[in-house]
């Protein structure tokens, strides 16, 4: 029996809290099909590559992002009429890249808020959706958040963070209970700087871990009614 061969390329779906939206990372394409649409980062891969390696590296070499804090596989798109040009396989991966780095993208790409994106390339607008799903999902029972922070921050910059992220606002007193319960984040021992206004200086907290870790698998968050 002869074995069926297509091409199968790696999409990222790079996520990050940008000027306080949730946004994901986007490139203009330059050639038909489908010239002119926003389109995820990806390619294909190589001979002796894998899936992982090769998103990694397109990453890194075509909108230069090499600042991501947490990488998983996200989903397979198989669908024969995917592409016009043939059948192609797509595998996607979530990335998440703190809110604080510095990641400047080429002159064709920009982060785009995921509640007012543009009109997409194939099916990419799918991949973008359960990507976001997934993150949701996970800042209920992991401590994912870990990927969306800087190292050290206060409870007032991890709620908007968070609320960011889930698309509501959150309490910071929930919050805080919560993540201390579950030993997600404890504090440096530092406070931070005044604000304008002046006011008691705030505690500076950091992640305990900063690798994804289930800290309660039957938790849900759910947005107030």
């Given at each position: 029996?002869?074995?069926?061969?297509?091409?199968?390329?790696v999409l990222g779906v790079v996520l990050s809290v940008r000027?306080?939206?949730?946004?994901?990372?986007?490139?203009?394409?330059?050639?038909?099909?489908?010239?002119?649409?926003?389109?995820?980062?990806?390619?294909?891969?190589?001979?002796?590559?894998?899936?992982?390696?090769?998103?990694?590296?397109?990453?890194?070499?075509?909108?230069?992002?090499?600042?991501?804090?947490?990488?998983?596989?996200?989903?397979?798109?198989?669908?024969?009429?995917?592409?016009?040009?043939?059948?192609?396989?797509?595998?996607?991966?979530?990335?998440?890249?703190?809110?604080?780095?510095?990641?400047?993208?080429?002159?064709?790409?920009?982060w785009q808020p995921v509640d007012d994106l543009p009109q997409?390339?194939?099916?990419?607008?799918?991949?973008?959706?359960?990507?976001?799903?997934?993150?949701?999902?996970?800042?209920?029972?992991?401590?994912?958040?870990?990927?969306?922070?800087?190292?050290?921050?206060?409870?007032?910059?991890?709620?908007?963070?968070?609320?960011?992220?889930?698309?509501?606002?959150?309490?910071?007193?929930?919050?805080?209970?919560?993540?201390?319960?579950?030993?997600?984040?404890?504090?440096?021992?530092?406070?931070?700087?005044?604000?304008?206004?002046?006011?008691?200086?705030?505690?500076?907290?950091?992640?305990?871990?900063?690798?994804?870790?289930?800290?309660?698998?039957?938790?849900?968050?759910?947005?107030?009614?």
């Open positions: 029996m002869a074995w069926p061969s297509y091409p199968h390329e000027q306080s939206q949730l946004c994901v990372l986007l490139w203009r394409r330059r050639l038909s099909p489908q010239r002119g649409r926003w389109a995820l980062p990806g390619g294909g891969l190589s001979a002796d590559e894998r899936l992982r390696g090769a998103i990694t590296r397109h990453l890194a070499v075509k909108v230069d992002v090499h600042e991501i804090a947490h990488l998983e596989q996200l989903a397979t798109h198989s669908a024969v009429d995917r592409d016009p040009r043939g059948r192609v396989l797509a595998t996607a991966y979530l990335g998440l890249v703190p809110s604080d780095a510095d990641s400047e993208p080429p002159p064709d790409t920009t997409t390339a194939f099916d990419h607008r799918f991949f973008i959706d359960a990507a976001v799903e997934r993150l949701r999902a996970k800042l209920s029972y992991t401590n994912v958040g870990f990927a969306l922070a800087p190292q050290e921050f206060t409870i007032a910059e991890l709620r908007d963070l968070v609320s960011a992220a889930l698309g509501y606002q959150v309490s910071p007193t929930n919050l805080t209970r919560v993540m201390t319960r579950r030993q997600m984040i404890e504090p440096t021992g530092a406070t931070s700087a005044p604000g304008r206004a002046g006011g008691r200086p705030a505690a500076v907290y950091r992640f305990a871990r900063r690798e994804l870790t289930i800290t309660d698998p039957f938790a849900v968050l759910k947005p107030p009614r």
